[in-house]
């Protein structure tokens, strides 16, 4: 699925060009704010290759995050772990302190979801990008 198919099929509106985050991710990503208030909900597209960095979601009690994919295909994958293959419809419950990182496939968009889990002194550390070397022994 190319980015336009993606943008032009989806519910949630992809937003802008994710800007605030451009440095904790490789290639271009968007993100849409669904919900800001009671429980925090963005919308985060990713263009083909795009993928967030390795990352934690830190907090001392609760927290995490929980991914609903809305469309197109990508992975996920947890520090020592093998990837996981993400299609429209997948849930993927991060726990809290867990490292990870998330994105697209190299040949199509992927869009999700990123639903804030609520918990204590929460903060998400961002750590070394996922390496090409590394993506692109991914099938
Ligand atoms: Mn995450």
Redesign the pocket.
């Known amino acids: 699925m190319t980015f336009d198919e993606l943008k032009e099929g989806t519910v949630f509106e992809v937003g802008g060009e994710n800007v605030n985050f451009a440095q904790y991710f490789t290639g271009k990503s968007y993100l849409n704010m669904i919900s800001l208030e009671q429980i925090v909900i963005g919308n985060v597209t990713f263009e083909p290759s795009c993928r ?1 960095n390795w ?1 934690i ?1 830190h907090a001392d009690k609760g927290g995490g ?1 929980i ?1 609903l994919v809305t469309a197109g295909r990508g992975y996920y994958q947890e520090w020592g772990q093998p990837v996981r293959e993400l299609k429209a419809g997948d849930v993927v419950n ?1 726990p809290a302190n867990v490292k ?3 994105g697209a496939t190299a040949d199509s968009a992927f869009q999700h979801l ?1 639903v804030e889990v609520a918990g204590e002194n929460t903060s ?1 550390e961002w750590c070394e990008p996922v390496t090409d070397e590394q993506y692109n022994k991914l099938k």
Request: hydrophobic letters at 35%.
């Open positions: 967030n990352h979601h995050q991914l991060i990870h990182w998330h990123a998400t």
